[in-house]
């Protein structure tokens, strides 16, 4: 009898362990399930372009015997981003000038829509001309320091076809495009939602001593520095009227380059731009209502350099140590040349964090990278070894780790060069032909989306405008990087790129479950991670 009793407590014993499991299995179920659903993006070169990847088809049938394991911390939040995107030039707007209408803004929605493209958030353009324009210009007649002929009218007039040797021959389908009606065009995309810093690569020739060429090298006088900071806000002021609102201007394009450019340039000393801002650019933004000193936040940004950061710190220190000059600035901007360094020094990440440590309250933005374009091979060039004027590389896996390096050191946004160029990297008069994110063909309208094009997507598509960046930590291998943000819906973006030629099991571990995924060979994939509602 005593057996049967104990039979009968230890079989409601089991059922209680039983139904106990059950509950604690379907808790953690209903945890998993109320937590995040995981979409993976995936571009790589084995021709996957931000393709979405079956996740259950991809660990049935993909077993790879590297292991990555990632742990998040989305409580951990660094820097709140800006954006991500390319710059509007006027061989940009060239380019689309010759294509259909229809074509044309099938472009611009596949630069700009977040949801149908790669929805750029951060993008950049010239004050006066620049390498990317067809030829040299500047608003006003030469020699009115009054600047009573100022107008904007050289990004509005269109082309005719003839500015020169590479447009000639080419028909326009809308020759009145230009760079203003781009951007214009562009913030009407549907849900388009970008900034733009503007710089000027030279002033007027006759504001300047020691050209080689026509606003070439040499560098602007002082006397015409009261001239020049009115200028530059009449500009701001130009775009405003038009319906363009500026996030941002640079002082001065590449201002170490006053000797040896082939291009529209200008030298600007640390001391020169330290007191050209100081003493003429900040309180001319200041008085035309521009610039809040109060709240640098609520106007227009200032960022000073906007060179290369491997010699980035010793030029803004110049500045940010004069408080009458700081108070001005919100930032820095920096461009990554030359690109074949970059992997030795580790992507110049420590300067990067030094100048984070050294300058806190300041803001970083990488304003600048390109490549040499190879017309022969556009896509291909991005996965093999390319070598251009600054030596040899790969771009894919420079681009790549160079924009997860900068913003794990606290970068806020990345721009490359000119968004879009015809399939030989022109319109540009002086043989320095670069690729983009888009090439277009404008004699067969052929439209090509690089590499680039992906690669740039995997940041601004799923790291929106006012996302912050959190920490992850976990395996450190060779070959391996990333970095991951919060939008402010709560989503995560975690980017991974695999440089290596071997696949590795990913595990992502947050809030006590994990996400697994595969990230074949020579990949870049965004990890998005959306809450369902």
């Known amino acids: 009898m005593k057996d049967q009793r104990y039979n009968i407590r230890l079989k409601k014993l089991s059922y209680l362990v039983i139904i106990t499991l059950i509950m604690v299995f379907w808790s953690c179920e209903e945890k998993a399930s109320a937590d995040y659903h995981m979409s993976v993006y995936q571009t790589s070169q084995a021709g996957d372009n931000l393709k979405l990847v079956d996740i259950e088809a991809q660990n049935n049938f993909t077993k790879a015997s590297n292991n990555l394991s990632l742990q998040l911390q989305p409580e951990k939040e660094f820097q709140e981003y800006i954006g991500f995107g390319a710059s509007f030039t006027e061989s940009s707007a060239w380019n689309l000038a010759t294509i259909p209408v229809k074509l044309r803004k099938a472009v611009l929605t596949n630069l700009f829509s977040p949801t149908k493209g790669a929805g750029f958030s951060l993008t950049r353009t010239h004050i006066n001309s620049s390498d990317y324009s067809n030829n040299h210009y500047t608003y006003i ?88 900071a009115e200028y530059i806000s009449k500009y701001v002021s130009a775009y405003k009227e038009k319906g363009i609102d500026l996030w941002g201007i640079t002082p001065q394009n590449e201002p170490l380059h006053y000797h040896d450019a082939r291009w529209d340039s200008n030298g600007f000393t640390p001391e020169q731009g330290r007191d050209f801002l100081r003493d003429h650019l900040g309180p001319q933004l200041v008085k035309d209502g521009h610039l809040k000193i109060d709240d640098l936040e609520a106007g227009l940004r200032v960022l000073i350099y906007d060179h290369n950061k491997s010699t980035m710190n010793d030029y803004v220190t110049i500045t940010y140590q004069d408080p009458e000059a700081s108070k001005y600035a919100w930032g820095t901007a920096f461009h990554w040349y030359a690109n074949s360094e970059l992997d030795e ?168 479950y994990t996400y697994s995924c595969s990230i074949p060979p020579r990949a870049l994939q965004t990890i998005h991670l959306k809450k369902p509602r």
């Open 345 to 512: 020094n580790n992507f110049f990440a420590e300067d990067l964090k030094s100048h984070k440590l050294e300058w806190p309250n300041k803001g970083m933005i990488h304003s600048e990278s390109s490549i040499d374009i190879d017309a022969d091979e556009p896509i291909g060039q991005y996965w093999r070894e390319s070598t251009d004027y600054a030596g040899t590389f790969v771009p894919f896996n420079t681009y790549a780790n160079d924009i997860i390096t900068d913003l794990n050191a606290g970068t806020q946004g990345y721009v490359e060069w000119c968004m879009i160029l015809s399939h030989k990297g022109q319109p540009n008069p002086y043989d320095n032909f670069n690729s983009a994110p888009v090439l277009i063909n404008p004699e067969t309208d052929e439209v090509i989306y690089t590499p680039l094009y992906y690669l740039l997507s995997h940041f601004s598509k799923f790291i929106r405008p006012n996302a912050k960046r959190i920490a992850i930590t976990g395996d450190e291998l060779k070959g391996i990087s990333y970095t991951a943000a919060k939008n402010e819906d709560e989503s995560i973006a975690v980017i991974v790129f695999n440089a290596n030629e071997v696949p590795y099991q990913l595990s992502l571990a947050l809030n006590g």
């Open 141 to 228: 007649d030469e020699g009115d320091e009054s600047l009573s002929s100022f107008s904007i009218h050289e990004d509005m007039k269109g082309f005719s076809g003839n500015e020169n040797e590479q447009v000639q021959g080419i028909k326009l389908i809308e020759p009145t495009y230009d760079i203003i009606p781009m951007i214009l065009e562009a913030s009407k995309i549907p849900g388009a939602n970008f900034n733009i810093i503007a710089s000027p690569w030279s002033p007027p020739s006759w504001m300047k001593a020691g050209e080689t060429a026509e606003m070439t090298n040499g560098s602007l006088m002082p006397k015409y520095y009261g001239i020049w």
